[in-house]
Every structure is written in structure tokens, then in C-alpha cells.
């Protein structure tokens, strides 16, 4: 497999990355796998580095997107209720905002999935369009009515796009902006892309608080960058764009959702100023900052090793709940497989019957789990504690308990 060769480099000002944290060789976070395919697992060296130019955290390396985000992709956003219930308020706020023009407006989403959000658009008739490049997930949006095409999106879709629909009120992304590496030719597109009055509106996993909770699970191969607001002002600036509000979001642990405008177009909200000045104090722009996270890191990866291995030795089992992406990075930078861990259970079908990435722990449905419950269940998703701690009160009655390892290792 190729990987990106301008390694050590700043994909976004171009200067120098100093490496802050090194995990060593990772499988693919969604890299799921038969027994057939151990032999032919991908590994690649997970390194992560930062530059004080565009304060953006940043893998070093990376696979290719086609490797990652292809025709038999297995992350479909409407698994939890919890998102689908996020992404309706998203589009709500989108639509009662004065962002929209009063007639026939044209909203686009980048990596719309499954159409978890783009459907509320199409539900009222909004003309939308959603880009996805994975062919599968594209295909589930399609059948339940949101226009979707399955591409990357570059500035040149975004001219082809304009040439054939027209320019953009909005552009939407969730999660999905921090997956791309060429993000430089991506901001080019959305600035051709959207009117004058257009504006842009993302939201991705939040560095700020990965920082506050020494979340590492969120460093894989898909999460090419960690935003802050700082490093999204800088980039934007370079194509004459700013923030004109932020506002923090619970999911996946800790999100930031940033709007952002043609420089001058709107008035800049107050949020704004107040995160950067909180980011400068905590230190988002400086490499130090990163060292030191690097240690907690480590300490919680001792931690989780020291806990769970503890239990082995006293006869405890131990599952994992949920293979999420992130997980891949837990299991395999502790070195926790199947020695320590049954099994995954996880509600997609299409990982059920698989191996988790690199330590090859099985996945299996959730039925599994309700009816062999471990003492011990490793919170693999965390960041959808609330959820799952509702619709699992039996395990806990039974006698079965929670490990979970953000932002400090504990058994609940
Ligand atoms: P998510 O945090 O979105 O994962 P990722 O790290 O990949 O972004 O969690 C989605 C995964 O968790 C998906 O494989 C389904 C699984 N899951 C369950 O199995 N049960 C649940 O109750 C929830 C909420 C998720």
C-alpha cells in the first residue's frame, strides 16, 4: 500500500512537523478482518507530529483514502440513536439559522454516510446534495432519497458542481473533515463552492478535550487531523475565510462544530474570541503541550494493562463493548488481544463474524454478550457511555461491571 511520501512536513503551512508521540506499527482502525486475511494485514507506523505554524496535531504518515473509505467501508452512521437524534437538531439548526436563502436554497454535505443528517434536508424538500466516497454507505443514502454521489471532493468537483447546480448556501461535514489529507485543495473547493452569503459548517472530534482527557483513541488512520479552533482559523485564513461562531458538541467524546465564512461576510460571534483565548491558555499552540500528553498517555496505557491483567490473574473474564474504530488503537498500542479479552460484541452486522484490527480479538453480535456476559466489560465506546449504560442496566444488576479508560482507567 502507498502512503502519502511528504511525510514530516506540515500538510497545511508546509513547515517541518516535530513528532510528539509514536505508537508504533497500527492495523486500520475500521480494518476488520476474516481469517483469511491475517496473513495480508496491513500495518503502518502510527506517528503523530505538530507544527507551531498552523497549531495543527496531524498523523506523520497515512494511508491512501481508497484503502480506508472504499466500496465495503463498515462504519454506517444511523447505529446509534443517540446520532441520529444529533445530526436532526444539526440540520435543524441549520435550517431555522439565516444562513439559507429564503429561495431555493442548496445545501451540500461532504461524507454524508448513510444520510443520517442530509435526510432531514431532503425530508423538506431542500435541494441538497451529498458526496460520499464510500460506494456502499452512498447506496443506503440514495434508497432512502437523498442525492448522493459517490466521489472525493476536490476543487475541481466543486467547479463541476457549481457549473451544473449552481453555488452553495451551505457546506456541511460531520467527522469528516479531519479524514482528509489533500484538506488544502478541499478548503480551495469549498470557498468556489459556496455564494458570497455561503458558509461552511463542520464539526469533527475536538482536540481541546483529547487533550483534557488524554483520549489518544481518537489518533487512527481515518483521523489524519486533530482540529482546534486555532489551527481551523488558520487554515480557512489562507483562502480568506474566518470563524464566525463555534459551538461544543458531546459526541464522539468531545466535538467542536465551527462555522465559517467568506472573510467579512458576517459578524464574528463572541464564542470565538472567548476559544481562542482559552486555547492559547491551555497551550494548543505550542509543542510542550503535546509532550506532556504524550506522558499521560503512557501512564494510561499502563494502567489499562496493569488493571486488566490483574483481573486475568484473579479468573475474571473480560469483553470488549463495541468495536469502534478507536478501540483499534487502544487494543493494539496496550498489546490487549484475545489473551485478555473473549471477545467484541457490536451491533453492525457486517463486523460481526470478524477480527478486530491487528490483535485479532473476535467480534461478535450483541446477543453474545446478553447471554455469556463477562465480570468485566472493557467500554470500548466510551464516548456513548450515556446510551449504553442506559439499555445495559441488566449486566450491571447481574453483577457484571464496567472497565472504561477515559479520561482516567476505572472500573465502574
Ligand atoms: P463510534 O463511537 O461511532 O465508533 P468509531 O470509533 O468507529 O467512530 O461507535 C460506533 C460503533 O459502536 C459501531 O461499531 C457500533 C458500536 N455500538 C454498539 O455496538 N452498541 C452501541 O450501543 C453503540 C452506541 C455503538
Known amino acids: 500500500m502507498k502512503v502519502n511520501m511528504k511525510k514530516n512536513l506540515c500538510r497545511v503551512s508546509g513547515a517541518p512537523l516535530a513528532k510528539v508521540l509514536d505508537f508504533g506499527m497500527q492495523p486500520l482502525g475500521n480494518g476488520f478482518l476474516g481469517d ?11 506517528k503523530i507530529g505538530f507544527s507551531e505554524v498552523s497549531m495543527m496535531l496531524q498523523l506523520i504518515e497515512q494511508p491512501i483514502p481508497e484503502k480506508m473509505f472504499h466500496d465495503h467501508y463498515a462504519f454506517y452512521s444511523s447505529t446509534s440513536k443517540v446520532m441520529e437524534q444529533h445530526f436532526k437538531s444539526f440540520a ?36 441538497h446534495l451529498g458526496i460520499e466516497p464510500s460506494a456502499n454507505v452512498a447506496e443506503e443514502a440514495n434508497k432512502i432519497g437523498v442525492r448522493t454521489r459517490s466521489d472525493f471532493f476536490s476543487k475541481k468537483l466543486a467547479d463541476k458542481i457549481v457549473s ?14 479531519c479524514h482528509i489529507p489533500e484538506i488544502l485543495d478541499v478548503v480551495k473547493g469549498i470557498k468556489a463552492l459556496l455564494k458570497p452569503s455561503g458558509v461552511v459548517i463542520f464539526e469533527d472530534p475536538y482536540l481541546g478535550d483529547i487533550i ?10 481515518e483521523h489524519v487531523f486533530l482540529f482546534s479552533a486555532l489551527s481551523i482559523q488558520y487554515l480557512f485564513g489562507l483562502e480568506e475565510m474566518e470563524l464566525i461562531d463555534v459551538s461544543p458538541q458531546k459526541t464522539h467524546g468531545g466535538s467542536m462544530r465551527y ?40 501512564r494510561s496505557r499502563s494502567e489499562l494493562i496493569t488493571l486488566i491483567k490483574d483481573l486475568k490473574a484473579k479468573g475474571k473474564r473480560v469483553s470488549g463493548y463495541a468495536a ?45 454478550f446478553k447471554n455469556d456476559p463477562t465480570d468485566y466489560a472493557l467500554l470500548l465506546a466510551w464516548n456513548h457511555a450515556d446510551e449504553i449504560m442506559e439499555k445495559e442496566k441488566d449486566y450491571v444488576g447481574g453483577g457484571g461491571k464496567w472497565i472504561v479508560h477515559v479520561p482516567t482507567v476505572k472500573v465502574l
Open 212 to 221: 483534557n482527557k488524554t483520549s489518544y483513541d481518537q489518533i487512527y488512520d
Open 259 to 298: 462555522t465559517l465564512a467568506h472573510r467579512g461576510s458576517y459578524a464574528v460571534k463572541d464564542s470565538v474570541t472567548q476559544l481562542l483565548i482559552k486555547e492559547r491558555a491551555q497551550g494548543l499552540d505550542k509543542i510542550a503541550t503535546f509532550e506532556e500528553f504524550r506522558a499521560n498517555v503512557e
Open 164 to 177: 451544473e447546480e449552481g453555488k452553495a448556501d451551505a457546506f456541511l461535514a460531520a467527522n469528516v473533515m
Open 324 to 368: 469502534t474504530s478507536k478501540s483499534t488503537t487502544v487494543l493494539n498500542y496496550c498489546g490487549i488481544g484475545p489473551d485478555l479479552i473473549d471477545y467484541i460484541c457490536d451491533t453492525t452486522p457486517i463486523k460481526q463474524g470478524k477480527l478486530s484490527p491487528g490483535v485479532h480479538i473476535p467480534v461478535v453480535p450483541h446477543e453474545v
Open 36 to 46: 483469511k486475511d491475517i496473513n495480508t494485514e496491513y500495518f503502518y507506523s502510527m
Open 92 to 127: 435543524e439548526e441549520v435550517l431555522d439559522s439565516n444562513y439559507l436563502s429564503k429561495s431555493d436554497p442548496f445545501v451540500v454535505e461532504l461524507g454524508c454516510n448513510d444520510g443520517i443528517m442530509l435526510k432531514n434536508f431532503s425530508k423538506k424538500n431542500i435541494r
